[in-house]
């Protein structure tokens, strides 16, 4: 029987890349400061506080826009 799915991939992440964060407790801007197979570090461009996390991103969308959105 067939059923709808939905998949996800983990986003493919590059040091220095600026990423925004939306519907999340971390959600606005961040920088990718660094990415291994199971971690991520970022930063807020605002405060440059770091966290380090899963890598738990999920690509929705690319667009051009103004970063960082204060």
């Given amino acids: 029987m067939q059923?709808?799915?939905a998949f996800f991939k983990p986003y493919p992440l590059k040091k220095g890349q600026?990423?925004?964060i939306e519907d999340s407790p971390?959600?606005?801007d961040w920088?990718?400061?660094d990415v291994t197979a199971f971690k991520v570090m970022?930063?807020?461009p605002i405060t440059k506080k770091e966290l380090?996390?899963?890598r738990f991103f999920f690509?929705?969308?690319t667009k051009k826009d103004q970063w960082p959105n204060e």
Avoid: N, S
């Fill in 3 to 5: 059923h709808e799915v």
């Fill in 18 to 20: 600026k990423i925004r």
């Fill in 26 to 28: 971390l959600q606005g």
């Fill in 31 to 33: 920088e990718v400061v």
């Fill in 42 to 44: 970022i930063r807020c």
């Fill in 52 to 54: 380090t996390k899963d």
């Fill in 59 to 61: 690509f929705t969308e």
